[in-house]
């Protein structure tokens, strides 16, 4: 085993982005615990871990570029070093999401409750658990973990189509109603947003430990099918 | 322009040390071939087996196949045709010191016979602008000496000679490995202008190098081909382990 101290760095730099990782998770738990029980509190709390997670995000990046010059790493290193750079990204903006969403707990104080046809804590449930999958999928080096999340996005995905239809519906017939039903879509997008960096996530584990590029395969493939139609 | 190169089955010998075992490989025309590897795994016996230099040692023995072109290179020439065919350039550069800079590029030529004056006039320009040395040295091709040149435009000069006797083929054994960073960039940007001219190999063990100039790379270890692919595959996600864990520095 040669380049002991090059292994170290790498080591802690995967450290750091679990620290980062660790923040990310709690800020969007916790945005969701602030939603759910209106306590404005946990908002505070959100807010100030978003300040970590971007001091985090620095330190991080600053770390990855280091060992970029200075080791001139190769194959899965590389590829280890260019998915801490994404992943750590996405986690940045999985707090700016968590934020959003505390956001939206305060302009809620100011507005009457009401029951809306939105089922908001299972989507919260459903996203948060893509995230720690795909956090595990990292720790572990597991793609089959990493490609596990990725089919979790497209329940995510209907959801926030659902939620869209009937908070329309809401807004249309009960107007009086309309600032609590765009606040509930605005957590949903806030929700969505977050599935679709857990999926990043997992997309980046699967390139580091397989090399293979997964993003965007769906539309990719439709579209060479499409041109392939084009051209018979 | 370059051919293809066609190996197969070769072995080589230093006496008893069997040094290259069963290589199979086709280095494609036209493109930049690096060959990688620890140190004593074979390469550079292996771009000496493309030219017959192996044979120059009295203890060495080659079997298997070699064809340049449609040229078995053990059957069906001499090692001095095969030369002219494939030229060579060492890591270390090697002017005749007592020569000028003009009979240095010509001497390859001169040996081969060629006395028209105008023609060895065209063929060192030709040969220094294509080893983008023209600019540097025209106005003293034949005042100074080869050897008074620094050791990048030592290098080009002897690139220079080696193009100067048209070769298909181009054998670079660490051509910029005793060159400080701005003499190995112009061996580089070289290496990428030839290689519409001609087929190189290049040995290196600057990883990064053979990342910057080679289509293909080929990974050796203990005397064998462990892997040869695209140079973008073998550097971003290699197919072997042992090719892993080599350009992550975890061995070698």
Redesign the interface.
Known sequence: ???IR?QRSLDDLKEKLLVMAGLAEQAIQRAIEAYRVRDLSICDLVNRSEVAINRMEREIDQAALDLLAME????????FILAVIKINSDLERVGDAAKSISNRVRTMESMAQAELPVDIPRMASLAANMVRKSLQAFIDGDAEIAQSVLSMDDAVDAMNRAAHRTMTEVMANDSHLAPQALNALMVCRSLERVADHATNIAEDVIFWVK?ADVRHKASIEAAAKTAAKLQQ | MGVGIEVTNLNAWYGTNHTLQDIQLHIPANHATALIGPSGCGKSTFVRCLNRMHETNPIARVTGSVRIGDIDIYQDASPVEIRRRVGMVFQRPNPFPTMSIYDNVASGLKLNGYSNKKHLDEIVERSLRNSALWDEVKDDLKKKSGASLSGGQQQRMCIARALAVDPEVLLMDEPASALDPVSTSKIEDLIFELKSQYTIVIVTHNMQQAARVAEKTGFFLNGRMVEFDSTHKIFTNPSDKRTEDYITGRFG
């Open positions: 085993m040669t380049r090059f001139q790493p190769m194959a899965i290193d590389l590829r090399g």
